[in-house]
Nanobody, 115 residues
Framework: QLQLVESGGGLVQAGGSLRLSCAVS????????MNWYRQAPGKQRELVAN???????NYLDSVKGRFTISRDNAKNTVSLQMNSLQPEDTAVYYC?????????WGRGTQVTVSS
């Protein structure tokens, strides 16, 4: 059983930066992917970025070049560096770990970008 706790959300002006972190408690020997999703009010949850067990990263087109996902094996964290934030990035951001048969979610952290 894993527990995921996100941190780092907040209010920022357009053009600013935030760094989200997801602390994963519990042992992970292998995983399919570690993911950051977001859900804006009235919209479906969407995959923003992920990193596979093989270290391959993928990004939503609208965040390419602005967001960077990374994993710290020693600290068992997965982070999302978000630069050049725009009002359309406003959402609750969720951390997710996909272990093939199971997946785990954090409770989310709010990111609000003011224009």
């Amino acid at each position: 059983q894993l527990q995921l706790v996100e941190s780092g959300g907040g209010l920022v002006q357009a053009g600013g930066s935030l760094r989200l972190s997801c602390a994963v408690s519990g042992s992970i020997f292998s995983f399919k992917s570690m993911n950051w999703y977001r859900q804006a009010p009235g919209k479906q949850r969407e995959l923003v970025a992920n990193i596979t067990g093989g270290g391959i990263t993928n990004y939503l087109d609208s965040v390419k070049g602005r967001f960077t996902i990374s994993r710290d094996n020693a600290k068992n964290t997965v982070s999302l560096q978000m630069n050049s934030l725009q009002p359309e990035d406003t959402a609750v951001y969720y951390c997710n770990v996909d272990l093939w048969r199971f997946d785990y979610w954090g409770r989310g952290t709010q990111v609000t970008v003011s224009s």
